[in-house]
């Protein structure tokens, strides 16, 4: 009895990661990240889950979410839109994002398993020191409300609120978060035949084909 939450926003060139440009145009990072969305909704698409939400930020929804809760991202920093995410769900939540094209299925299998006694929370830390996944078994936006973001110690401090507010918090496996292209090629190598692989790969031979003619 678990609610997936996947936290995206539209794909439009200049308006999502854009710190991809330069090397890559801004429609490539675009394109890119439309990738990594339909990797990362393949990959959840086998997990048990009860309720599905795509807090969204834009208006075109990805292929892949028909029959998903859309709930529009509020106004406000990325603590305060995670936030109001989770006051409205009700029993355990996961949220993820859609900066991890290399993730699978079994990297979130403890959250939709049994979980053990003294576990309330499950964090997913990110390897440029923010988190990747983060699931309540009572959500609560105060627990993450108010925690700076997009920083190299976010996730320490958002591991901390929790542990401060007295709960118990299971860790999940590591992932690169893809913020800039050297990420972007890490998560293509852990995920070689992936779209995102796929798309990554084709830029740059697209590049060689042309300098070559």
């Not at 964090?123 to 627990?143: I, K, N, S, Y």
Request: hydrophobic share 45%.
């Amino acid at each position: 009895m678990t609610t997936l939450v996947l936290i995206a926003k539209e794909t439009i060139p200049g308006k999502v990661k854009t710190r991809l440009h330069p090397p890559l145009s801004l429609e490539q990072a675009a394109e890119l990240a439309a990738a990594s969305i339909a990797d990362t909704l393949d990959a959840i698409r086998s997990l048990p889950t009860t309720r599905r939400v795509l807090a969204f930020d834009g208006t075109n929804v990805p292929e892949g979410t028909e029959g998903w809760d859309v709930v529009q991202q509020c106004a406000g920093g990325l603590d305060e839109r995670l936030a109001a995410v989770f006051d409205q769900c009700d029993g355990p939540t996961v949220l993820i994002g859609m900066d991890t094209p290399q993730l699978a299925a079994a990297d979130l299998a403890p959250v939709f398993g049994e979980w053990r006694d003294g576990v309330d929370a499950w964090f997913g830390p990110a390897t440029d020191g923010g988190f990747w996944a983060l699931a309540l078994r009572d959500p609560r936006g105060d627990l993450i409300r108010g925690v700076p973001m997009s920083r190299t110690d976010t996730g320490a401090l958002q591991f901390d609120r929790l542990r401060a507010a007295g709960l118990g918090v299971g860790l999940l496996r590591p992932l690169n978060d893809v913020d800039d292209i050297h990420d972007a090629w890490e998560a293509a190598q852990a995920a070689p035949h992936s779209r995102f692989a796929a798309t990554l790969t084709g830029f740059y031979a697209h590049t060689r084909q042309v300098s070559a003619a």
